[in-house]
């Protein structure tokens, strides 16, 4: 496993905190992993993403990003290459007023020329489907098409880990489909997923799951572990994916399952499995 990503003893106080929102959190993250973070409200989610590209510096500990200290300032610079971060409200992302102007904006940073730049604003936009959408005005579109753009432009500058917090919190069904199917893609070639989340049932587009709760993390397992613990969904304040909660329901009304189910096409195979036993 090489390490995208490693946390070794962080802790982070925000200025006049009481308490540290983050203790002692210690974690690897390796390259092409699609991480879950999950926890009750105020539990750190957020803090900790922040503490993934540098934008806030370990108070105790270190974060380590692709070999590189994020408290190290000649550093940050690449740091924040290397990691994105996708915030909850599409609408606080945006610089220009059309999509196109808006993934140029990043990219000027970067010191790209045009013509690079022309080039990579049309691969992203294609790989994340805003062809049609680049001359468009960012206020005309829907929300899902919003945090897309956001997302190019992020992408565009090619990171190797995006950071979404909530980024689909905000988002219809429909929005929210589009985000997660963009995420599926960006995994697929290969970006490393942060996904911060309060909707369980996203859990299982990755392997791992790590749980929140007063600053700590509690729990670092597959969804699968997780969310068949009913002791840790009650002290971590977590509801259970609806696949999870129909399997808990049946089972209360004895049908019986060989075992745990988190995709609706894993539940019905077992429900046709116990019909036929019948
Ligand atoms: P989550 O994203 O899980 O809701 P946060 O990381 O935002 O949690 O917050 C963790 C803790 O830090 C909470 O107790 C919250 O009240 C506190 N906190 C968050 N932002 C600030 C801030 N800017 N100043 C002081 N305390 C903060
Ligand atoms: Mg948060």
């Not at 994020?70 to 007023?97: L, Y």
């Not at 022309?118 to 049609?132: D, F």
Request: glycine residues 8%.
């Amino acid at each position: 496993m090489t390490a995208m990503i490693s946390l070794n003893g962080v802790s982070y106080r925000y200025k006049d905190a009481s308490r540290p929102a983050l203790s002692d959190v210690t974690l690897t993250i390796a390259r092409g992993n699609w991480l879950t973070v999950v926890g009750r409200n105020g539990s750190g989610k957020s803090t900790f993403g922040r503490l993934l590209n540098g934008l806030f510096l370990p108070t105790e500990g270190e974060v380590i990003v692709d070999g590189l200290l994020t408290s190290d300032e000649h550093q940050r610079w690449s740091i924040r290459q290397k990691v994105g971060i996708v915030f909850q409200n599409p609408d606080h992302q945006f610089v220009a007023t059309t999509v196109r102007d808006d993934i140029a904006f990043g990219l000027e940073n970067l010191g790209l020329d045009r013509a690079e730049m022309r080039t990579r604003i049309e691969r992203y936009a294609q790989l994340i489907g805003l062809t049609s959408l680049l001359d468009e005005e960012i206020d005309h579109l829907s929300g899902g098409q919003k945090q897309r753009v956001a997302i190019a432009g992020v992408f565009a500058m090619e990171p190797d880990v995006i950071v979404f917090d909530e980024a689909t919190s905000m988002l219809d069904p429909i929005g929210r489909k589009e985000v997660l199917q963009t995420m599926k893609r960006l995994h697929e070639i290969g970006c490393t997923i942060v996904s911060i989340t309060h909707h369980m049932d996203e859990a299982f587009y990755g392997n791992r799951v790590v749980v929140f709760h007063d600053g700590k993390i509690i729990a670092d397992r597959s969804p699968r572990d997780v969310f068949f613990d009913d002791a840790l969904l009650f002290k971590a304040g977590l509801e259970e994916p609806f696949v999870v909660q129909m399997q808990k329901m049946l089972e209360r009304r004895g049908i019986s399952f060989t075992k745990r189910c988190v995709t609706e096409e894993e539940l019905i195979s077992e429900l046709w499995r116990s019909f036929l036993a019948e």
